[in-house]
């Protein structure tokens, strides 16, 4: 079965600077990889999806994030982060061989302080 | 645009109690999916319907959950009886298509309290 491990629980970092969040997600060929953003007291939204094609795919906020296939990663990067971005990060996976829907991994807090 | 509706936002109840949990998509989205958050977890699948039909609920504990669609619009997911580990935020979402490619759109969840 599908899984995706986030590596890091919590991320905290001075407003500014760049930040990666990682994701890693079970061996697959046939899948696709989302992230979604949870802010304060609101549902989650989604910042981006690799369904194929390039493998740097851009997403709202100025984050992006790169799919690669032979380290089954798909780390999200911003290079310069705001306040505003202080939010739990979820990586999420869907295996459309099997049919799944989207499986999360635990998530990411990431805190922006200034 | 309407967004995925959920209703209420936060409940408070007894161990082997029951609550009921109500959500309307966004119109015209044919898949309804139901999520359980734990605190510190992500999002858990615990069902999924294509219309009035069940896609997928492997992971529904159908010994005190259940779940309904009437009509392809509006779902209600039931705990019967409640416990303690039910306490959790559940998610509700829709997507327009099927296939694991379309995004989902997230209500703003119901909060469980157990206690």
């Known amino acids: 079965a599908q899984s995706v491990t986030q590596l890091d629980s919590q991320v905290p970092v001075f407003e500014e600077a760049p930040v990666e969040l990682r994701c890693n997600y079970s061996?697959?060929?046939?899948?696709?990889l989302f992230w979604y953003v949870q802010y304060p007291n609101q549902g989650l939204q989604l910042l981006l999806k690799?369904?194929?094609?390039?493998?740097l795919v851009k997403g709202i906020n100025g984050f992006e994030a790169e799919f690669n296939k032979s380290q089954t990663s798909f780390h999200l990067r911003k290079p310069s982060v705001h306040i505003s971005d202080t939010a739990e990060y979820f990586c999420?996976?869907?295996?459309?061989?099997?049919?799944?829907?989207?499986?999360f991994g635990k998530g990411t807090t990431l805190s922006v302080s200034s | 645009e309407a967004g995925v509706a959920q209703s209420p936002r936060y409940k408070i109840i007894e161990k082997r109690q029951s609550v009921a949990f109500w959500c309307n998509p966004i119109?015209?989205?044919?898949?309804l999916y139901w999520y359980q958050q734990i605190l510190g977890q992500g999002p858990k699948l615990l069902i999924q319907f294509q219309n009035n039909g069940v896609v997928d609920d492997s992971q529904l504990p159908k010994d005190r959950f259940s779940a309904e669609r009437l009509k392809g619009v509006d779902s209600t997911l039931k705990i019967q009886p409640a416990k303690l580990e039910d306490s959790a935020v559940y998610l509700c979402a829709s997507s327009a298509g099927t296939s694991g490619s379309w995004e989902l759109f997230f209500g703003e969840g119901s909060r469980l309290t157990v206690l």
């Open positions: 690799y369904l194929s094609g390039s493998t």
């Open positions: 999420a996976v869907s295996d459309y061989e099997a049919g799944t829907a989207l499986i």
């Open positions: 061996s697959s060929v046939s899948v696709y």
């Open positions: 119109s015209g989205h044919a898949t």
